[in-house]
């Protein structure tokens, strides 16, 4: 049984439709990519997996469970959840602060505190800096805290929108790095990026998006000498 499943899932925003029946599959402990340009549908199909969006059509089985319907805080609470596209930090607050919303809803207070330990373990500039306002940090700062916060409500499933999106090409390398690291800690991880080259150097498997449907899949090494994926986005990042 796969972790997370998505069969034929279907969603609409009004006459658009940004998602047309995608399937796909993550087994536990896998790295995998959802690739693609703008539009495509990657973030609509991220969003309805954790309950942002309405799923339209189709169904989302986590852990062997239909969530296609089930709302996103109660989505943490089974263990799946998303550092969302643009971060999404709340700037006025402090980094500590941003980090203990992630922990919201969780039961086991009494472990939150080891978990602070494993995020800072994780980003070391982020306990230096726990009372900065989050609105002041650096943009691959900014990305850390949003992971981190994900990170606290000690998910088994991450989904990851676009986290090197906007970085300087080193603090790129860098949040990749991080994502392979969370691999080899057992997170199984779905994530979304429109940087092919770098994705297929640390995923397992990917699957690559086109006008809210996928378009070809595979291995890393399959995608690396696919043909649709070489003519549509290798050599122009
Ligand atoms: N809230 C919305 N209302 C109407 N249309 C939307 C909405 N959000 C997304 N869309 C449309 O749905 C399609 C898919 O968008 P989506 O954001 O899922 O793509 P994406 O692959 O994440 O793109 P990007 O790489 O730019 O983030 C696009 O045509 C987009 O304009
Ligand atoms: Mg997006």
């Known amino acids: 049984m796969s972790l997370l499943s998505i069969d034929t899932l279907k969603v609409r925003y009004g006459a658009v439709e940004a998602v047309r029946g995608i399937s796909l599959n993550v087994e536990e402990g896998e ?24 799923v339209d059509d189709g169904h989302v089985e986590f852990n062997g469970q239909d969530i296609s319907h089930v709302a996103t805080e109660m989505l943490v609470r089974q263990g799946i959840t998303l550092a969302p596209e643009g971060r999404r930090i709340f700037a006025g607050l402090s980094v500590l602060e ?29 306990k230096d800096r726990q009372q900065q306002l989050a609105g002041t940090l650096s943009g691959g700062q900014q990305q850390m805290l949003a992971i981190g916060r994900a990170l606290m409500c000690e998910p088994r499933m991450l989904l990851l929108d676009e986290p090197s999106l906007g970085l300087a090409p080193q603090i790129v390398e860098t949040i990749f790095e991080l994502v392979a690291t969370l691999r080899r800690q057992g997170i199984t991880i779905l994530l979304v990026e429109q940087n092919v080259a770098m994705s297929l150097d640390v995923i397992d498997r990917g699957y690559v998006m086109s006008g809210g449907r996928i378009i070809d899949s595979g291995t890393a090494s399959e995608l690396k000498s696919s043909h649709i994926v070489e003519q549509a986005y290798m050599g122009t990042h």
């Open 98 to 126: 941003n980090l203990r919303l992630g922990a919201y809803g969780r039961r086991d207070k009494a472990n939150i505190s080891s978990t602070y330990d494993r995020v800072f373990d994780l980003f070391p500039i982020l």
């Open 31 to 54: 790295l995998v990519a959802l690739l693609g340009a703008n539009g495509a549908g990657k973030s609509s199909s991220l969003n309805a997996v954790i309950g942002l969006v309405p």
